[in-house]
Nanobody
């Protein structure tokens, strides 16, 4: 089993910054991918950014140049630095871990979510 705990959400004015953290614990395999998703009221949960255990990153177009995803494999922790925040970034942000076992089977885990609210 894997547990994911997010922190760092809150209320910030447009143009401000926040840093989210996601601490993973449990049976984590070396080959895995982590990501941040967000879900605004009445909308689906969408990928914001992802990072593999090897450090390859991917971003949705709307956050490119503003958000930076990173991870510390030694601490099993992932981060999302969010700069130049916009009101449309308001959502619950979820941490995800796709854990790939030695047989290649992937099991996905989710954190409980952290609220990010950007005021105008």
């Amino acid at each position: 089993q894997v547990q994911l705990v997010e922190s760092g959400g809150g209320l910030v004015q447009a143009g401000g910054s926040l840093r989210l953290s996601c601490a993973a614990s449990g049976s984590i395999y070396s080959r895995n991918s982590m990501g941040w998703y967000r879900q605004a009221p009445g909308k689906e949960r969408d990928l914001v950014a992802s990072i593999t255990s090897g450090g390859m990153t991917n971003y949705v177009d709307s956050v490119k140049g503003r958000f930076t995803i990173s991870r510390d494999n030694a601490k099993n922790t992932m981060y999302l630095q969010m700069n130049s925040l916009k009101t449309e970034d308001t959502a619950v942000y979820y941490c995800n871990l796709d854990n790939r076992n030695p047989l290649g089977l992937v099991k996905s885990y989710w954190g409980q979510g952290t609220q990010v609210t950007v005021s105008s």
